[in-house]
């Protein structure tokens, strides 16, 4: 079907280590946008790649687009207290559908 | 702007109540989307609008009706209400479609259906 895999579901890190999710799908993707989601909150838009072997990076977030456009990942450096939350991919086909999401747990 | 706004923020419906979501933009987008979202799991999109007067149903439609009779409002019906449909639902708008614009989502309903 039209679904993007992430894995992992579940991340336990320890404050300062590093965290990276992986968005994978069968089929070429257009392009992908990221999204956050805190405890209790609602998402909020991170990023949208668009280019083959496309890198973004903001602050301590990574995120790559890869060249098949197949995957995509978005890499955490240095983990704080406040990246807490559940981290979505999602495919755009015009409509967003979305991946099942990566929590993230960070230990101070 | 207060962007996005959903109402009730809470509901509990017993089995075969109706209830009407509420969803409203001040932002003049003209994209607008329902999801929910079950516990530990992604976004299924339910409803999209791309202009007043048109709708779509999206990935989980079966057991809900929307309409949109203006740019800014943007209902999700519940008939007959079921216990699988015990969620959290989100209300979504974008100025233009997903390909250019990102989504700003509301706060959410959570609903309870017993």
């Known amino acids: 079907g039209q679904q993007v895999m992430q894995i992992p579901q579940y991340q336990h890190v320890q404050e300062g280590e590093d965290f990276t999710t992986y968005c994978n799908s069968s089929?070429?993707?257009?392009?992908i946008q990221w999204y956050k989601q805190r405890p209790g909150g609602h998402p909020v838009f991170l990023i949208q790649l668009v280019k083959s072997g496309e890198v973004k990076k903001q602050k301590r977030l990574t995120f790559q687009f890869g060249e098949a456009k197949k995957n995509s990942s978005l890499h955490i450096t240095a983990t704080q207290t406040t990246d807490v939350g559940t981290y979505f991919c999602?495919?755009?086909?015009?409509?967003?559908?979305f991946g099942q999401g990566t929590t993230l747990q960070v230990k101070p | 702007n207060a962007g996005v706004t959903q109402t009730p923020k809470f509901r509990i419906l017993k089995i075969g109540q109706s209830m009407t979501l509420q969803c409203t933009q001040d932002?003049?987008?003209?994209?607008m989307y329902w999801y929910r979202q079950d516990p530990g799991m992604g976004l299924k999109l339910i409803y999209y609008?791309?202009?007043?007067?048109?709708?779509d149903k999206g990935e989980v439609p079966n057991g809900y009706n929307v309409s949109r009779s203006t740019t800014e409002d943007f209902p999700l019906r519940l008939e007959l209400a079921a216990p699988s449909q015990t969620s959290v639902y989100f209300c979504?708008?974008?100025?233009?479609?997903?390909?250019?614009?990102?989504?700003?989502f509301g706060n959410g309903t959570r609903l309870t259906v017993t």
């Open positions: 089929t070429t993707l257009s392009n």
């Open positions: 999602a495919r755009n086909t015009g409509k967003l559908i």
């Open positions: 609008s791309v202009g007043a007067g048109i709708t």
């Open positions: 932002m003049n987008h003209n994209y």
């Open positions: 979504a708008s974008s100025l233009e479609s997903s390909y250019n614009s990102p989504l700003h």
